[in-house]
């Protein structure tokens, strides 16, 4: 499968922004996702996922309460909506995906467990 995000870019610290992540190649419905971002010199640290029934979940500490994901089956598309953003955000925004069509409640939050990954939009967040 191939996946390809989008809507990264620069903007200022309390702003918000929509990352949207498109599935080709594959059933997108078929698939757990999720979002990984990774900062200059630093890993990549998990986000959110969302399994195949569009139950969510977060990294606490970054991002819970500020960012929502949700999936849309009929658009072949994941979404990441970030509100309130910080400078601490900046980084790298990869979304992943795993073939999930046995377990529709699973999901994944380490990039070992992932199995297909986009390119990155970079999102820069200025204070």
């Known amino acids: 499968v191939y996946l390809v995000e989008s809507g990264g870019g620069t903007v200022q610290a309390g702003t918000s922004l929509r990352l949207s992540c498109a599935l080709s190649?594959?059933?997108?419905?078929?698939?757990?996702t999720g979002w990984f971002r990774q900062a200059p010199g630093k890993e990549r640290e998990f986000v959110a996922a969302i399994s195949r029934r569009s139950d969510s979940y977060y990294n606490v500490g970054s991002a819970k309460g500020r960012f929502t994901v949700s999936r849309d089956n009929v658009q072949n598309t994941m979404y990441l909506q970030m509100n309130g953003l910080k400078p601490e955000d900046t980084g790298v925004y990869y979304c992943?995906?795993?073939?999930?069509?046995?377990?529709?409640?699973?999901?994944?939050?380490?990039?070992?467990?992932?199995?297909?990954w986009g390119q990155g939009t970079q999102v820069t967040v200025s204070s």
């Open positions: 992943a995906a795993r073939y999930s069509v046995q377990n529709a409640s699973a999901y994944y939050t380490s990039p070992q467990e992932y199995t297909s």
């Open positions: 190649g594959g059933i997108f419905s078929a698939y757990t």
